[in-house]
């Protein structure tokens, strides 16, 4: 074992604050990753503020997590000292499920181990995350990171871009596809860059007019303002696909009514009320209402080498670990374009 400087929520009303947690020494398939970067995501503040109703105390979050492999054990394969390497919001499952043997460890029936806040049913304890000087994971739920990219920008692919890049895959959105993408922030930006890498003419829908030269910068070919039903109803019946990341209550039906036949609208983001749907909208045109969750290990890997390949990262605004609070609040505010990124080498 062994001690790492870390930030961590020590009740749901308390700041962020230093604090010091116990790291084991690697296992024979397992590598100790050193911390250079951790993207900040919302989760992150749900979970610190028990906003969930889950949260066991002490928490240090953190599941955006890139940097350089310092040990690794001697059964370890895919690493070497000096490596890259980075780690999402999972770092264990029970490896022998049908998901798990299907590459889909995100939906393990025996329950994903997550990166930070879960019971880890193989060591014992609580898993802590990446606002801490290390970690310490199975190769298995390590990945590669492309060395073209910038790393602070491409932490954050670890959740915001395999969260938006799997939808994307599983509905074959590409060339001679219509794809929206409903709010522009930390996942929101993400998808348009990435739908647009992958061909699709891709449209944002978005309540605030002002982020409109901001998401064609991104890759949009348009902008609609959703909360103008002339320019709604213009785009009705013609989408393939819609990725909706839209966290706060809204009007799900507006966005059905734009799906064609068969198309699919699929929600990335967290509403905290139940959604009223009409059914009407599925039944006529055969529309589909569904919902995706990260990627399984093989995926993210594939995200990050296609992010490497059309040179995508996000667009970010690096912090200090003492910042972290003041990060919290502006990222309520929407006052951030579009991830906040933590240079862990502040934690010193």
Not at 1 to 11: G, I, P, S, T, V
Not at 60 to 65: A, F, K, T, Y
Not at 322 to 338: C, F, P, Q, T, W
Request: proline letters at 4%.
């Amino acid at each position: 074992m062994f001690e790492a400087k870390a930030y961590a929520a020590r009740d749901a009303k308390s700041p962020l604050s230093p604090f010091t947690i116990s790291r084991r020494d690697p296992g024979d398939d397992e590598v100790r990753i050193k911390i250079l970067y951790c993207g900040v995501c919302h989760s992150d503040l749900h979970i610190a503020r028990n906003e969930w109703g889950q949260t066991t105390y002490p928490c240090v979050p953190g599941h955006e997590i890139a940097g350089r492999v310092t040990q690794a054990g001697k059964a370890v394969k895919k690493f070497k000292e000096g490596d890259i390497a980075a780690v999402g919001p999972m770092c264990d499952s029970c490896r022998q499920c049908g998901p798990c043997r299907d590459g889909l460890e995100q939906f393990c029936e025996n329950g994903t181990t997550f990166t930070y806040g879960s019971k880890d049913k193989r060591h014992g304890g609580i898993t802590y995350g990446g606002y801490s000087e290390s970690i310490v994971v199975s190769e298995a739920f390590a990945v590669r990171m492309p060395q073209n990219l910038d790393l602070a920008g491409a932490a954050p692919l670890l959740c915001a871009g395999i969260t938006t890049y799997s939808p994307l895959r599983f509905h074959a959105v590409g060339r001679g596809k219509k794809a929206g993408v409903a709010g522009l922030g930390g996942l929101g930006h993400m998808g348009v860059k990435l739908a647009k890498a992958l061909g699709a003419r891709v449209v944002v829908f978005t309540t605030s007019p002002g982020k409109t030269q901001d998401a064609l910068r991104l890759g949009a070919d348009e902008v609609v303002l959703s909360t103008n039903e002339d320019a709604m109803k213009k785009h009705t019946n013609s989408f393939n696909f819609i990725l909706d990341t839209v966290s706060a209550p809204h009007d799900i039906n507006a966005y059905l009514q734009l799906l064609r036949l068969d198309g699919a609208l699929v929600h990335v983001g967290l509403p905290p009320e139940p959604m009223g749907v009409d059914v009407g909208n599925l039944i006529f045109n055969r529309r589909k209402f569904t919902g995706s969750l990260i990627g399984g290990m093989a995926q993210t890997q594939e995200m990050l080498n296609f992010c490497g390949e059309h040179g995508i990262a996000s667009d970010i605004e690096i912090i200090s670990i003492s910042k972290i609070n003041e990060a919290y609040g502006r990222m309520l505010k929407g006052d951030v374009k579009y991830r906040f990124v933590i240079d862990m080498a502040s934690l010193k």
